[in-house]
């Protein structure tokens, strides 16, 4: 035992910082522009229009690397002073954004002030005896189907905090409530029943009506939530299984969890069995602009403007309720704010990125050349060929809508020409655009959710790596499938 006393304990190692991850991509970024021939497709508006990609001529000199001069006419690899531009230009181009999460962050630092949400999840722990094994499937069953029928999933960064807390609240890692919220809103892209933000631009450009087709997504979206809220109950066992190993508690119901955390269950009593009337408020409020917020973004397409706005007047709102004094109320807002500048910056690197692919003018070379693999193939295999070149896509170009208006025009008619039925050349773009979505690390949405959550990209990779696998095979085989039947 003394030997062992004075052993000292191994320094655990520190996962590399999210920020260092986004600049080594930058750089990476900046090589493919050196690599890469610059070329470009004609427009008609946003939509590439197919069979018009050109090479651009480009100068590549090493003595251009630490700074590019303009080439006139000509295409420039991105050089070390315009990768480092491309910061303050991401940052600027995703401004909206990046307000809108600390906007959100300064709201919650209000609410987390007033205790409301502390109180909501003891009670509903309480009502539910803490039972995950039920809370799970409820939850990422309500949030999937938003997802799935609406498109939600910036909206659900407001409910990050909530579910961090519960995760706390059952003795489990954020990781846990920060993948209930992301494998469920991931897995309600991939199958998209009516999700209008993947679906209003790759039907009408195959001049598809709209749910043509929906039987099999619907399919998909049972199965895949299935197999998401398996996989998570799983991990929860995993990690009840590791607390126990290292001497700790396993999760609790909520009284018994906050009666180990605060003391005996007397002195608690009381405030354990119903909710303050202000808090109660409060918790009406949340919901109530919960159900304004997915009605504002349907009816009349909020953005981020609007977004920020509202969530001001809801900050504003609640502080009023909770009774705070106005400096208490400011700082509880700028705390809250503070929280959030992880996501932010991440945000602005992760659009800097895209903008140094841009500017070089190698995006269209890109999906020019990986339009190849779908090209010239068995109908099979070309339509899974379709689905990688959509997975690829997807780390260039995050944006739904975005890579959709780029990739269909050009796929599309391969597609077709392969003998690949448009609902498949759909279902290909479905599975291809959820399934990168859980893990691009140049997904600004996916890394401002985990940094909200306090997460790290590598430990959040190495969390859902293994369902990112298993559907990625059963995405390949359901898309033999829809060929072999003619979908």
Not at 168 to 197: D, H, Q, W
């Amino acid at each position: 035992m003394i030997a062992d006393a004075a052993t000292p304990a191994r320094p655990q190692k520190k996962m590399l910082h999210p920020v260092a991850i986004m600049l080594l991509i930058m750089l990476f970024a900046m090589a493919l522009t050196y690599m890469l021939d610059s070329g470009m497709f004609q427009r008609a508006g946003k939509l590439v229009v197919a069979g018009t990609y050109h090479v651009l001529p480009k100068e590549r000199h090493l003595s251009d690397l630490l700074y590019s001069p303009p080439h006139g006419k000509s295409a420039a690899p991105a050089s070390l002073v315009s990768t480092l531009a491309a910061i303050p230009k991401g940052l600027s181009q995703s401004a909206d954004l990046i307000f809108m999460v600390m906007i959100i962050g300064g709201m919650f630092g209000i609410i987390r002030k007033s205790r409301a949400i502390d109180a909501g999840i003891d009670r509903l722990l309480e009502v539910t005896r803490g039972n995950v094994y039920w809370l799970t499937p409820l939850l990422m069953i309500a949030l999937a189907c938003g997802s799935t029928f609406l498109g939600l999933i910036s909206e659900y960064l407001v409910l990050i905090p909530v579910v961090v807390l519960l995760a706390e609240r059952l003795e489990l890692p954020p990781l846990f409530g920060v993948g209930l919220v992301l494998i469920a809103a991931k897995i309600g892209y991939i199958a998209s029943i009516t999700n209008p933000l993947a679906l209003n631009i790759t039907q009408p450009l195959l001049a598809l009506p709209a749910l043509n087709g929906v039987g099999l997504r619907v399919f998909v979206f049972c199965l895949y939530l299935a197999l998401g809220i398996g996989y998570m109950l799983f991990q929860v066992r995993k990690m009840n299984a590791a607390r126990r190993s290292a001497g700790g508690h396993v999760a609790a119901p909520g009284r018994e969890a906050a009666q180990r955390r605060e003391g005996p269950a007397p002195a608690r009593a009381a405030a354990g069995t119903r909710l303050a009337g202000r808090h109660l408020a409060l918790l009406c409020v949340l919901g109530a602009s919960i159900v304004a917020l997915i009605y504002g973004v349907n009816r009349y397409n909020w953005h981020s403007k609007d977004l920020s706005t509202f969530y001001l007047a809801v900050a504003i709102v609640s502080a009023l309720i909770a009774g705070l004094p106005l400096r208490d109320s400011c700082d509880a807002f700028l705390e809250g704010m503070k929280g959030m500048v992880l996501a932010g910056l991440l945000i602005g690197l992760a659009a800097a990125i895209n903008i140094v692919l841009r500017d070089s003018m190698v995006l269209d070379t890109v999906i020019y050349k990986l339009s190849s693999l779908a090209d010239g193939h068995s109908t099979t295999f070309a339509a899974q060929g379709m689905m990688f070149v959509e997975m690829i896509l997807d780390v260039l170009v995050p944006s739904t809508s975005g890579k959709a208006a780029m990739s269909i025009p050009i796929l599309g008619p391969i597609g077709q020409l392969a003998g690949i039925g448009k609902q498949s050349i759909v279902q290909a773009f479905l599975f291809g655009n959820g399934l990168t979505n859980m893990i691009t690390p140049t997904s600004g949405m996916l890394l401002a959710f985990l940094a909200a959550g306090k997460v790290n990209l590598l430990e959040w990779l190495k969390f859902i790596l293994p369902l990112f696998v298993l559907l990625a095979v059963l995405s390949l085989a359901i898309m033999a499938y829809a060929i072999s039947v003619g979908y």
